[in-house]
């Protein structure tokens, strides 16, 4: 439950009870969940660690799509998930946990978020 004055307080869905007969008399209506504010907003409450530009970045992918963007955003948590996994059993984590044999090449490198190299 949640009580008090500020939303910051708030769980990020919030359930809001409503009576039959506010639905009927038109006193209470429905919220348009066609509007690109309400996908962004939907899609930031499914995954919690996500953020505004990356929510519009998987919703114009899947062409404001929102349960092909919850599919997309939930198939890319897997695969970092599955590859950190991986990276830990390989050792292949960083450097430091890699001790490189004969003949092995170890490197890094830096993009921008562009996925642009940096120097």
């Not at 007969?21 to 969940?33: E, F, P, S």
């Not at 695969?79 to 092995?104: M, N, T």
């Amino acid at each position: 439950q949640f009580s008090g004055n500020t939303l910051l307080l708030a769980p990020k869905k919030l359930i809001i009870p409503l009576s039959k007969n506010g639905l009927k008399t038109g006193a209470i209506r429905m919220q348009d969940r066609t509007t690109k504010d309400f996908k962004v907003q939907a899609l930031m409450a499914e995954f919690t660690d996500m953020g505004q530009d990356e929510a519009k970045k998987y919703l114009n992918v899947s062409q404001w799509d929102l349960d092909g963007a919850i599919r997309a955003a939930g198939e890319d948590g897997e695969w970092e998930k599955a590859s950190v996994r991986q990276s830990k059993r390989s050792g292949s984590g960083s450097a430091s946990s890699h001790e490189l044999k004969s003949g092995d090449i170890h490197i890094t490198l830096k993009v921008s978020s562009k996925g642009v190299p940096v120097s």
